[in-house]
T-cell receptor, first 111, second 115 residues
């Protein structure tokens, strides 16, 4: 059973608009949450993280929101740029689990 | 400078062969990992080493044997390769060990194809 779910396999947005990527998890012991970005034929690159004591973390155009009661996190990218086109992985860790990844969401930002 | 490097990037081999994938990190991290990304695109942890000692060993066939000659290197040796071993294998490293939340940095991946 998947502990970390990214239910949208793909997302397409216009340049300049907001991209919202969602992630749900089931393990209540998770206390640290990360987003990774992956280009084809490259390894995942760390993007932004948030610990369970916060509900928001912002870094430039990227903001991660955490709703612990709903076991949900989201990544907002605004404004979206064509170079943001990639696969975005949500990852969670905590308890006895080191990083557990979602399946990824492929974001396409159209010029 | 590449922080986490893996060689080779592509590996095509026959069933039954033995092969190795090498990983090196120059970040001074204490912990290194191997992940497998299967055909369903899941990234799953296989092993974790902290200062050359095995910390995590998920349910992985014992044909897979990690070796850490020093804390900057974690190599993955696979014996008697099977078709189902075809996947992309990622190496990663982090400063902290298991139980301490931190960020992992990934290598570029090695695409293994078993024919």
């Amino acid at each position: 059973d998947q502990q970390v779910k990214q239910n949208s396999p793909s997302l397409s947005v216009q340049e300049g608009r907001i991209s919202i990527l969602n992630c749900d998890y089931t393990n209540s012991m998770f206390d640290y949450f990360l987003w990774y970005k992956k280009y084809p034929a490259e390894g995942p690159t760390f993007l932004i993280s948030i610990s369970s004591i916060k509900d928001k973390n912002e870094d430039g155009r990227f903001t991660v929101f955490l709703n612990k009661s709903a076991k949900h996190l989201s990544l907002h990218i605004v404004p979206s740029q064509p170079g943001d086109s990639a696969v975005y992985f949500c990852a969670c860790e905590g308890g006895s689990e080191k990083l557990v990844f979602g399946k990824g969401t492929k974001l396409t930002v159209n010029p | 400078d590449t922080a986490v490097s893996q060689t080779p990037k592509y590996l095509v081999t026959q069933m039954g062969n033995d092969k190795s994938i090498k990983c090196e990190q120059n970040l001074g991290h204490d912990t290194m990992y191997w992940y497998k990304q299967d055909s369903k695109k899941f990234l799953k942890i296989m092993f974790s080493y902290n200062n050359k000692e095995l910390i995590i060993n998920e349910t992985v066939p014992n044909r897979f044997s990690p070796k850490s000659p020093d804390k900057a290197h974690l190599n993955l040796h696979i014996n008697s390769l099977e078709l189902g071993d075809s996947a992309v294998y990622f190496c990663a490293s982090s400063q902290a060990s298991v139980g301490i939340a931190d960020t992992q940095y990934f290598g570029p991946g090695t695409r293994l194809t078993v024919l």
